[in-house]
C-alpha cells in the first residue's frame, strides 16, 4: 500500500501546484487527466514488480519443498545401505531447507495478499481516473458557464458605474436646454415679426377662452357666486303711423256706439 500512499500525496502535490498556477481551467483540466495517467502506468509498473515477486517467492517457497522431499529421500536411502551417520547428515540437510521452504511460504503469502490489494487499488484509481475523464468535459462547461457569468457581471458593473449614468443625465440635460432655446427662439419669431397688431390680437382671442373657462369651473367649485338669472325684457316693437290712425278710428267708432246705446 506504500506505492499507492506516494502515488496520492505526488499527484495531490501536482495537482495543488497546478491549480495554484492555474489561468485557464480547461488546460488545467486536460493536464489533470495526463498526469494522473502518467502516475496509473507508473503504478501499474510497480504493481508488476509485486507480482513477479509473488511469483519468485513462489518458485523458491516450491523449489524448497522439492528439496525437502529429496533430501528424506536420500535419508531414506542411507538407511537402507546401513549408513545412519550418512543418513543424519540427510536429515539434517532436509531441517535446514523446511526452514527455508516454511520462511519462503511466509514471504509468498504476505506477497500474495499485498498482491491483492495493490491489486483492488490499481483498479479503484483506474476507475477514479475513468470518473475523472467523464467529469472533465463537465467541468468544462462549467468553467465556461462562469466566466460568461463573469464577464457579464463586468458588464453590469460598468454600466452602474455612476460615472456613465452621470454623463448620460448631462446630455439629457444638454439636449432639453437645446430644446428650450429653439422653441424661445420660434417664438420670439413669431411675436416680433410680420404684423405684431395681429399677433397680439391672436394671443388675446387664444386667452379669453380660457379665462371664460377658469371663471365657470370657479363658480362650479363654489369659489365665485352663481350667475344671478334676471326676466329677460322684450322690447316692444316700433308702432307705425298708419296703425296708430287706425287704432284711434276704431276707438271713436266705438265711442259712437255707446252713447248711441244710451240715448234710445
Known amino acids: 500500500m506504500g506505492i499507492f500512499s506516494r502515488l496520492a500525496t505526488l499527484i495531490k502535490s501536482n495537482i495543488n501546484d497546478m491549480i495554484t498556477r492555474a489561468e485557464d481551467p480547461e488546460k488545467m483540466l486536460n493536464q489533470i487527466i495526463l498526469d494522473m495517467n502518467t502516475q496509473l502506468i507508473e503504478a501499474k509498473k510497480q504493481v508488476a514488480v509485486a507480482i513477479a515477486d509473488q511469483k519468485r517467492l513462489e518458485r523458491q517457497w516450491l523449489s524448497e519443498k522439492q528439496k525437502v522431499e529429496e533430501w528424506h529421500q536420500k535419508a531414506m536411502l542411507a538407511v537402507r545401505a546401513g ?4 543418513a543424519k547428515e540427510a536429515l ?3 531441517k535446514e531447507h523446511e526452514r527455508l521452504a516454511a520462511g519462503f511460504e511466509e514471504q509468498y503469502r504476505k506477497q500474495t495478499e499485498a498482491v491483492n490489494q495493490v491489486k483492488t487499488a490499481l483498479q479503484a484509481l483506474n476507475n477514479k481516473i475513468e470518473e475523472a475523464k467523464r467529469k472533465k468535459e463537465l467541468l468544462i462547461a462549467r468553467n465556461n458557464r462562469a466566466k460568461a457569468m463573469e464577464g457579464i457581471q463586468r458588464a453590469m458593473g460598468r454600466l452602474s458605474e455612476s460615472s456613465a449614468f452621470d454623463a448620460f443625465a448631462r446630455m439629457e440635460q444638454k439636449i432639453e436646454q437645446r430644446e428650450a432655446e429653439v422653441e424661445a427662439r420660434t417664438e420670439l419669431s413669431d411675436e416680433f415679426s410680420g404684423d405684431t397688431l395681429r399677433n397680439r390680437f391672436a394671443k388675446l382671442e ?6 371664460a373657462e377658469l371663471e365657470a369651473l370657479k363658480r362650479e367649485m363654489g369659489l365665485l357666486p352663481p350667475v344671478e338669472t334676471r326676466a329677460r325684457v322684450e322690447p316692444q316693437a316700433a308702432i307705425s303711423d298708419a296703425d296708430m290712425a287706425e287704432l284711434e278710428a276704431a276707438l271713436e267708432e266705438l265711442k259712437k256706439r255707446e252713447q248711441g246705446g244710451r240715448s234710445s
Open 92 to 94: 539434517l540437510r532436509k
Open 83 to 86: 549408513n545412519d551417520e550418512l
Open 206 to 211: 387664444a386667452t379669453a377662452g380660457a379665462e
